[in-house]
């Protein structure tokens, strides 16, 4: 796809294929034994979710949640709004949130206490991406894809106003085109 939006190339598909396929192997050695409940927070993390699933050999199940967190084209204010609630309660379940990317952590933040509430037997994060730079809550994911700087990036399931999802890599977004509001 040639576009001016889509700047540098941060992690190519080769990359995501080796630490997805490393974080299955992670995460099928330690559920070995539990029944895992996969949450997957749309729409950011359905490429991640879908190859990553398929890298875990453990019995596991899977639930989708949409939010979408209220701020500026690329601040969250943690004013989180429910989209689409889970299809099913998770009481006593061992729950593995899947996330695109943990920027302000302010939307992670809302989601643990919003499903722990329900009382999971274990809720752990798995995030794609994490921008420690940027962080404004104490939060570490159990498990991270990589460590990003702090740029807009969009590819593998990150849009721009809805777009470039379909990018087989993660890239930054060209400043120029950064006008409109961020994604989900
Ligand atoms: P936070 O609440 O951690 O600041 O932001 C979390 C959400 O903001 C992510 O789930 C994602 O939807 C969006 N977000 C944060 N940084 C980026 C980014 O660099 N690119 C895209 N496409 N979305 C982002």
Do not use: W
């Not at 875990?56 to 979408?68: K, N, Q």
């Not at 943990?102 to 037997?121: E, F, M, W």
């Amino acid at each position: 796809m040639r576009d001016d939006a889509v700047g540098e190339i941060l992690v190519q598909p080769d990359e995501l294929a080796r630490r997805v396929r490393e974080l299955g192997a992670q995460i099928s050695e330690d559920y070995a034994g539990r029944d895992l409940l996969l949450i997957c927070v749309l729409k950011g993390a359905m490429f991640f979710l879908a190859d990553l699933m398929r890298r875990i050999d453990v019995p596991c199940e899977v639930d989708f949640m949409a939010v979408a967190s209220y701020g500026s084209a690329t601040d969250s204010s943690g004013v989180v709004r429910i989209l689409k609630d889970l299809d099913a309660a998770i009481e006593g379940r061992e729950v593995l949130i899947v996330e695109d990317i943990v920027d302000s952590g302010l939307t992670l933040h809302y989601l643990l206490r919003n499903l722990g509430a329900r009382n999971p037997a274990s809720m752990e994060v798995c995030a794609l991406l994490t921008k420690p730079e940027r962080r404004k809550v104490e939060l570490e994911p159990r498990y991270v894809g990589f460590e990003i700087p702090n740029r807009f990036v969009i590819g593998y399931g990150l849009d721009h106003a809805e777009r470039y999802r379909n990018l087989p890599f993660v890239a930054a977004l060209n400043p120029a085109a950064l006008t409109a509001d961020k994604g989900d």
